[in-house]
């Protein structure tokens, strides 16, 4: 059964820095594309970033409002995807989810087929 | 990529059909899903590729459409579909733009 589940979210000052955590199982996670995604309070959902698979290069891409502040890792011997989040603003204030899902024929980037619960990081002075 | 869905509301009774719409401001080709959202969960994956559901979805969830035009249809309302829906594009990236969801509340 694939598990994905988030941690570090928390209250962070305007400006400050937080690293959240997603430990994955039940899947090949050297060979997943990982991504974040989030949710801000009662509003919809916006892709933040993607780390590819090694194997496909292991880049990554963001989403505009988080170039440049977001870095988004993972260590494979670990099972383990990172999003290190700095000069966060109050607009960063939201539920991230850590994602994957495979890759069908015909499809260069895969849909999410699976979905942590979340973790709520909330930027507030 | 904009994806627009609509409406942003739609009130249903149970055992009616919902019809809901999603639009891409260029072709996404097929490389579209959708996602059901319930207050207070993660969303979870109905239909990719525009039209294949995903493993265990049922029957009355169905996806149409290519290119631009999308359609999520609910072919008989049951108590436990009236939550949020999301499309995504997975076309182009970064980023792959969900639209701004549709909520399918009881009449």
């Known amino acids: 059964e694939v598990q994905l589940v988030e941690s570090g979210g928390g209250l962070v000052k305007p400006g400050g820095s937080l690293r959240l955590s997603c430990a994955a199982s039940?899947?090949?996670?050297?060979?997943?594309?990982m991504t974040w995604v989030r949710q801000a309070p009662g509003k919809g959902l916006e892709w933040v970033g993607r780390?590819?698979?090694?194997?496909?290069?292991?880049?990554?891409d963001y989403a505009a409002p988080v170039k440049g502040r977001f870095t988004i890792s993972r260590e494979d011997s670990k099972n383990m995807l990172y999003l290190q989040m700095n000069s966060l603003e109050i607009e960063d204030t939201a539920v991230y989810y850590c994602?994957?899902?495979?890759?069908?024929?015909?499809?260069?980037?895969?849909?999410?087929?699976?979905w942590g619960p979340g973790t709520l990081v909330t930027v507030s002075s | 990529i904009v994806m627009t869905q609509s409406p942003a509301t739609l009130s249903v009774s149970p055992g009616e059909r919902a019809t809901l719409s999603c639009r891409a401001s260029?072709?996404?080709?097929?490389?579209l899903a959708w996602y059901q959202q319930k207050c207070g969960q993660a969303p979870r994956l109905l239909i990719y590729?525009?039209?294949t559901r995903a493993t265990g979805i049922p029957a009355r969830f169905s996806g149409s459409g290519s290119g631009t035009e999308f359609t999520l249809t609910i072919s008989s309302l049951q108590s436990e579909d009236f939550a949020v829906y999301y499309c995504?594009?997975?076309?182009?990236?970064?980023?792959?733009?969900f639209g701004q969801g549709t909520k399918v509340e009881i009449k």
């Open positions: 039940g899947f090949t996670f050297s060979h997943a594309w």
């Open positions: 995504q594009q997975y076309n182009d990236w970064p980023p792959e733009t």
């Open positions: 260029q072709s996404v080709s097929s490389n």
């Open positions: 994602t994957t899902g495979s890759r069908r024929s015909g499809s260069q980037s895969p849909p999410i087929d699976y």
């Open positions: 590729g525009a039209s």
């Open positions: 780390i590819k698979s090694k194997n496909d290069g292991g880049t990554t």
